[in-house]
C-alpha cells in the first residue's frame, strides 16, 4: 500500500507548479492517504500534510507517518501560517473548480501569491492504478448482481419508490458500502427528467422505465442505467430504444487508445441523428468514474481529452421526450489500447 500511494504522490507532484499546493477534496485526501475523512491537504517539499479538526482526526489516526503528517488543528489558519514562514512559500497552487471561498480567503491574508491549477486532482485519477480497477469492477458487478436480483420486480403495480428501495437493499446485500448517488427509478412522464426522484407512481403495463443507480467500494463508484419495457412497445418506442442501444454500442466499439474523447461522443450523435433523434440526446456521452462518480475524462462534444489505456468513464447515450418518456442506455467502460471492456454488464436486456 506504501508504494501504491507514493506512486500516487510523484504523479502529483510532476503536475504542481507552486511552492504549495492545498485541497480540501475527500477525494483528493483519500487517493493521497487511504483514509476516509474530512480535512486540509497539503503537499509541499514531497510531503503531504492533512490538517484535521478533532472531530475528523481520528479518521486518520492510522495513516502512515510516511504518507502523511497529520496535524490535529480546529484552526487551519494558524497551521497553515506557521507552515509558510517555516517552508518560505512563495506561491500556492489551488483547484478553484472545488476549493471552498472561505479557505481561498485565508489563504489570501498571507499574500502569498496564488495560481489556479483547474482539475488538477482529477487529471492525476484519470489513470487508474490496478488497485483503483478492482475496486471500481467489484462496485460494478455489485450492481450488475443487485440489477438482477431485482429484475422479476419489474412489473405492474410495483411504486417506483418501491422499486428503488429493493434495489437499495439489494447492493447492500451485495456488498456495497452505500450508494454512489440517489438511485433513480423513473416511469412514464418521470423519465423524461434525466435526474428524476422516485415518486410512488405505479408501473403500468406497456411502460419505460428507466433505472439508474450506483454502488460504492472502499471509496470506488459504479454508475449505470437500464431501461427496461413492461409488456409491449409501441413502434416509435421501439425505434427509440433500439436507437439509443445502438448509439451505446457505436461509442463502445469506438473506445481505444489515442482516440479524443469528443469523437466517442461523436459516434454516439451519428448514430441517433440517423433516426433524427439527436436533438432529445441533452447530455454528454459520458463521465470519468473513479472515487468521484463524476470526474474526468469528459465524454462529451467539447472534451479535450485523450483516451488512454487504464481510464474508466460511462458510455450513455439518452433521448428524452417532454411529457412522454426517458431513454438511457449506460455501461462503465474501461478503456485499453485497442478496445473498451465493459465492466458488470447484466445480460437481462435485449433489443426490442
Known amino acids: 500500500m506504501r508504494e501504491r500511494l507514493i506512486l500516487r504522490k510523484e504523479r502529483f507532484l510532476k503536475l504542481m507548479n507552486s511552492d ?6 475527500n477525494e483528493t485526501i483519500r487517493y493521497l492517504t487511504d483514509a476516509s475523512g474530512s480535512g486540509i491537504l497539503l503537499i509541499i517539499d514531497k510531503i503531504v500534510y492533512i490538517i484535521a479538526n478533532q472531530l475528523s482526526y481520528p479518521a486518520f489516526k492510522s495513516v502512515d507517518k510516511q ?3 497529520i496535524i490535529e488543528s480546529n484552526d487551519f489558519a494558524i497551521e497553515l501560517k506557521q507552515i509558510i514562514s517555516e517552508k518560505k512559500v512563495q506561491t500556492i497552487s489551488y483547484q478553484p473548480e472545488q476549493m471552498d471561498c472561505a479557505i481561498i480567503k485565508k489563504i489570501k491574508e498571507n499574500n502569498i501569491k496564488l495560481v489556479e491549477q483547474p482539475y488538477l486532482s482529477e487529471k492525476v485519477r484519470m489513470i487508474k492504478d490496478e488497485y483503483e480497477i478492482k475496486k471500481i469492477k467489484k462496485a460494478a458487478i455489485i450492481n450488475r448482481n443487485a440489477i438482477m436480483a431485482i429484475f422479476p420486480y419489474i412489473k405492474p403495480g410495483i411504486t417506483e419508490k418501491e422499486l428503488a428501495c429493493e434495489l437499495e437493499y439489494q447492493m447492500r446485500k451485495k456488498g456495497s458500502d452505500g450508494l454512489s448517488f440517489p ?5 412514464k412522464k418521470n423519465a423524461y427528467n434525466p435526474h428524476s426522484v422516485p415518486s410512488d407512481m405505479e408501473i403500468d403495463d406497456d411502460d419505460v422505465v428507466l433505472i439508474d443507480f450506483g454502488a460504492t467500494v472502499e471509496g470506488y463508484h459504479a454508475d449505470q442505467t437500464y431501461t427496461f419495457i413492461v409488456g409491449k412497445a409501441d413502434s416509435r418506442t421501439r425505434q427509440i430504444y433500439n436507437a439509443v442501444f445502438l448509439a451505446q454500442y457505436d461509442a463502445i466499439e469506438a473506445v481505444r487508445e489515442g482516440i479524443e474523447a469528443s469523437k466517442i461522443d461523436e459516434f454516439a450523435r451519428k448514430r441517433l441523428e440517423k433516426e433524427d ?3 432529445y440526446f441533452i447530455h454528454g456521452t459520458g463521465h470519468g468514474v473513479g472515487l ?9 462534444p467539447s472534451s479535450k481529452q485523450i483516451i488512454k489505456p487504464n481510464m474508466v468513464f460511462t458510455i450513455e447515450p439518452g433521448v428524452y421526450l417532454e411529457n412522454r418518456l426517458g431513454i438511457r442506455h449506460e455501461v462503465m467502460v474501461l478503456s485499453h489500447k485497442i478496445e473498451g471492456e ?11
Open 20 to 25: 504549495l499546493y492545498i485541497s480540501n477534496s
Open 67 to 69: 504518507i502523511a503528517d
Open 183 to 187: 438511485t433513480i427509478v423513473a416511469s
Open 277 to 279: 433523434l439527436v436533438k
Open 292 to 300: 468521484a462518480i463524476h470526474e474526468l475524462p469528459w465524454i462529451g
Open 342 to 352: 465493459v465492466l458488470g454488464f447484466a445480460p437481462i436486456v435485449e433489443v426490442v
